[in-house]
């Protein structure tokens, strides 16, 4: 398993736009990574992945559009990447990575998260 640190978050206005980003501690090259959110009294869920074998991208319906996930595999960083924010937006944000092909597996590692806080 990799560390990862996410940074990037804090409190913007509804419209805004906030750039995340999570350092691994180690080479992602062939991990697919992801972003991950969880609102309070809400489930934890995944906003968007990137795989690491094709590139593809795979969103949230209700981010489409607004966000775009991205990586730097010669820096072992992943970015998302987040315009036109709603309040809705607001959540903890979670960085993952996996070595197989999904997230979610005992493989995975996860960041601690950070706050993203839209207000209208």
């Known amino acids: 398993q990799v560390q990862l640190v996410e940074s990037g978050g804090g409190l913007v206005q509804a419209g805004g736009s906030l750039r995340l980003s999570c350092a691994a501690s180690?080479?992602?090259?062939?991990?697919?990574m992801g972003w991950f959110r969880q609102a309070p009294g809400k489930e934890r869920e995944s906003v968007a992945i990137?795989?690491?074998?094709?590139?593809?991208?795979y969103y949230t319906d209700s981010v489409k559009g607004r966000f775009t996930i991205s990586r730097d595999d010669a820096k072992n960083t992943v970015f998302l990447q987040m315009n036109s924010l709603k309040p809705e937006d607001t959540a903890v944000y979670f960085c993952?990575?996996?070595?197989?092909?999904?997230?979610?597996?005992?493989?995975?590692?996860w960041g601690q998260g950070t706050q993203v806080t839209v207000s209208s």
């Open positions: 990137i795989s690491w074998i094709t590139k593809k991208t």
């Open positions: 180690g080479r992602t090259s062939t991990y697919t």
């Open positions: 993952a990575a996996d070595p197989g092909a999904s997230i979610g597996s005992v493989r995975s590692s």
